[in-house]
Nanobody
């Protein structure tokens, strides 16, 4: 079992930066691929970024490539999403995800409760 708790969301202006954090419980954190997804009102949840167990391989949605960076700290059971150059289309509830085998859009084992990101223009 893995429990995920996101933090770091808030209201920022377009062009600003924000860093989301996800704290994971459990001693087997390093055995899970980790990811971030987001869901805007009236839209389906969409993949944002993922990082494999050892942090060596990452993947991103085209919409965030070059602006967002996912990273993880296995010693402290943390995963981060650094979001730069935020755009008006980025606001959503951002969810942390963990999956023992899948990465990218297919991740689905565990989810956090979400943190709201709002961008003002």
């Amino acid at each position: 079992q893995v429990q995920l708790v996101e933090s770091g969301g808030g209201l920022v202006q377009a062009g600003a930066s924000l860093r989301l954090s996800c704290a994971a419980s459990g001693r087997t954190f390093s055995m899970y691929n980790m990811g971030w997804f987001r869901q805007a009102p009236g839209k389906d949840r969409e993949f944002v970024a993922s990082v494999r167990r050892n942090g060596a391989l990452t993947s991103y949605a085209d919409s965030v490539k070059g602006r967002f960076t996912i990273s993880r700290d296995n010693a402290n059971n943390m995963v981060y999403l650094q979001m730069n150059s935020l755009k008006p289309e980025d606001p959503a509830v951002y969810y942390c995800a963990a999956d023992a085998f899948r990465v990218g859009e297919q991740m689905r084992d565990y989810w956090g409760q979400g943190t709201q990101v709002t961008v003002s223009s």
